[in-house]
Structure formats: structure tokens, C-alpha cells
């Protein structure tokens, strides 16, 4: 079955320190984003990736890192800068980034401060 | 600012009669529009597309409009059934560019 696999399902993180959220899809899409929400607010664009190696900020990336280095995967780092960090982080792939096409999600990482 | 809004308040609808919500945006001018369904713990899953030139657009048992001159667009949910219960997403995006602004989510509740 073809689709996006996060990983973990739920994560802790402690104080200063970084934790990297897994994002896998077999979709042979090229690009590939990285999403927050917080309750009662509307996914808010982190980071988004157009191709192997590329990527580019999105609206909040400011705490956060990523990279791309195959096509299938786009790991987000979220790094002690990132003081609030507690949300719900979505994955999504598209075929491209260049023209409007649907984009589908995997299930979510939900980060909690410990 | 660009601002999507999207009713706060959920949307009880009895099984069977049409739900309707609203999605209106302000200084922005999408030529695209899409509508996702998220459910509780889960990631949006894509529902339909409308373009600018396009008015309406059905798939099933849902339909969507798109009013650029209102700056609206509406999203129907026909014979709803308890299935439907979910929180609606809408997005916009520039033609070109798949970057979407996502309104927060608008929950409808279908009472059996």
C-alpha cells in the first residue's frame, strides 16, 4: 500500500534537548512538507522540499531543521531553539511542489514536553 | 494579512439532511481551493479541488462552490450520515505553487 509513514506516534522530549520526527513515503512524489497544529489553530507550514537535496523555510521554521537526502524520506529535527515546541507535527508529500495537486498526510507525531 | 476563516463552532446536523460549511478568505487571491476531512489523531485526508474558473465540483456524495467576487467557498455534505462526523479542513494556494494556507477546521457532528 502506497503512503506516508511517520514515526514515532508520540514523543517526549526534555529540556535543551533535539529530537528528530521520521517522515518515509513510497508515493514516488517529489516534493515533500513538513506541517504543525496546535488546537484550535490551522496547520501552519515548517519546511517543504521540491526535490532531493533542496528545501526551503516555510512560515515557522525557526527551531527547526530538516533534510533530503533520498527522495523517499524527510526527517525533521526539532532542536532546543524551538521553545514551544509541543504540538501535533504532519508529513505530507505531493507529486510536485510546482502546480496545485492534493497532498496527502501521514498520521502525525504528537511531541509533548517532558 | 492573508486570513482564512472557517465557523468555530461545530456543526450539529441530524443524519440524513445536507451539512453546509463556509470557508472565506481575505486579502488573498487563490486560483485553487481544496477540502480536506481530518478525523481525531489522524492527518488530513484530500477530499476535492475547485479552481478559480470553476464554480462547483461534486464528487459523491459532496459538493463544493467557489465564489471569487465573495471571496467564499462553500462545501455541502448531502444525506450526511454519522460517517461524516469530522473536522473539515480548507486550503488555498497560488496558481503554480502547492504551498496551501490551511483555515482551522471547521467540526461537524451528525446525530443518528
Known amino acids: 500500500d502506497g503512503g506516508i509513514t511517520q514515526s514515532p506516534k508520540y514523543l517526549f522530549r526534555k529540556e535543551g534537548q533535539n529530537v528528530t520526527l521520521s517522515c518515509e513515503q513510497n508515493l514516488n512524489h517529489d516534493a515533500m512538507y513538513w506541517y504543525r497544529q496546535d488546537p484550535g489553530q490551522g496547520l501552519r507550514l515548517i519546511y517543504y522540499?521540491?526535490?532531493?537535496?533542496?528545501?526551503q523555510k516555510g512560515d515557522i521554521a525557526e527551531g527547526y531543521s530538516v533534510s533530503r537526502e533520498k527522495k523517499e524520506s524527510f526527517p525533521l529535527t526539532v532542536t532546543s531553539a524551538q521553545k514551544n515546541p509541543t504540538a501535533f507535527y504532519l508529513c505530507a508529500s505531493s507529486f510536485s511542489v510546482d502546480s496545485n495537486q492534493p497532498q496527502h498526510f501521514g498520521d502525525g507525531t504528537r511531541l509533548s514536553i517532558l | 494579512s492573508q486570513k482564512i476563516e472557517q465557523n468555530s463552532e461545530a456543526l450539529n446536523i441530524q443524519e440524513g439532511k445536507t451539512a453546509t460549511l463556509t470557508c472565506n478568505y481575505t486579502?488573498?487571491?487563490?486560483?485553487?481551493l481544496q477540502w480536506y476531512r481530518q478525523d481525531p489523531g489522524r492527518g488530513p485526508v484530500f477530499l476535492l479541488l475547485i479552481r478559480e474558473n470553476e464554480k462547483e465540483k461534486r464528487k459523491e456524495r459532496l459538493k463544493v462552490t467557489f465564489d471569487t467576487t465573495l471571496k467564499q467557498s462553500l462545501f455541502h455534505i448531502t444525506a450526511s450520515q454519522p460517517a461524516d462526523s469530522a473536522t473539515y479542513l480548507c486550503?488555498?494556494?497560488?496558481?503554480?505553487?502547492?504551498?496551501?494556507?490551511f483555515g482551522k477546521g471547521n467540526q461537524v457532528v451528525v446525530i443518528p
Open positions: 486579502n488573498y487571491s487563490p486560483a485553487y
Open positions: 486550503a488555498l494556494a497560488h496558481y503554480g505553487n502547492n504551498r496551501l494556507a
Open positions: 522540499s521540491q526535490i532531493v537535496n533542496d528545501f
